[in-house]
């Protein structure tokens, strides 16, 4: 299965221009898939299985960033601790002091994002509006991960205007906690092959871009 380079270029060209991050997910895909996005300049890469991210860690090139985009379990987050660039799907205070746990066993701080239940769908991990305010007053005493900003996925619908509603809201949520909490955020994770022009245009700066690069998974 080959990598759609046209695509590729298409894709980074415009969002450089947006300072929107590329995070291409490569979960399932076969490592010379990874290695030929690589060299066309690709570094930030998301997966969602442990396993998986660890053994292609081992493998494939030093300086790729891996991005953990999946649901984390507790007792696997010593696993990646050691190499993880950034954890996107954190979704409770019990999760989140783990990885502060591991980070200082590694003598590491890791960035991670909160993610937010914005689908109507109730099939999707994610804190609501409260549980979200209330983490993040827990976690100011943890000094080994640092909360870089807020993930999302959207409803899996053809309906564009539910789509655009979801990720406003999450880019309100987004917007209150720079202004009136005053955290350094610096990353709004959403949008991914289906509904990334949406996301982009509702202030996403992070995309999550599987299917649209590598073809669709099995
Ligand atoms: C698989 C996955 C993606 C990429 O999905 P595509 O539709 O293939 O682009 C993005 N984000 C998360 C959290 C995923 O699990």
């Known amino acids: 299965m080959a ?24 979960k399932t895909k076969p490592d010379e898939d990874i290695r030929a996005l690589y060299d066309l300049g690709q570094r930030d890469f998301g997966e969602n299985y442990v ?35 950034m ?15 591991q980070a200082s066993r590694c003598g590491r701080i890791i960035p991670v994002l909160l ?29 080994h991960i640092v909360i ?13 205007q539910a789509v655009r509603s979801e990720f406003r809201y999450l880019r309100s949520l987004y917007d209150q906690l720079l202004t009136t909490h005053h ?7 959403m949008g991914m092959s289906g509904d990334y022009r949406i996301a982009v245009q509702e202030g996403s700066n992070m995309v999550r871009i599987g299917s649209l690069l590598f073809g669709a998974r099995s």
């Open 183 to 189: 955290l350094p955020l610096t990353t709004l994770s």
């Open 87 to 101: 954890i996107h799907g954190i979704d409770s205070f019990k999760l989140l002091k783990e990885v502060n746990k």
């Open 148 to 160: 870089k900003g807020l993930m999302g996925m959207a409803s899996f619908t053809s309906d564009a």
């Open 115 to 143: 993610q937010v239940h914005i689908a109507r769908e109730d099939t999707k991990f994610g804190l609501d509006e409260n549980e979200l305010k209330a983490l993040l007053l827990q976690a100011g005493e943890l000094g």
């Open 3 to 26: 990598v759609n380079e046209a695509i590729y270029k298409e894709l980074t060209g415009s969002f450089s221009k947006k300072d929107v991050t590329l995070v291409a997910v490569s």
């Open 51 to 85: 396993q998986e991210i660890i053994e292609k860690h081992a493998r494939l090139p030093r300086d790729i960033r891996w991005h953990f985009i999946g649901h984390l379990q507790t007792n696997k987050v010593k696993y990646l601790a050691p190499f993880i660039y």
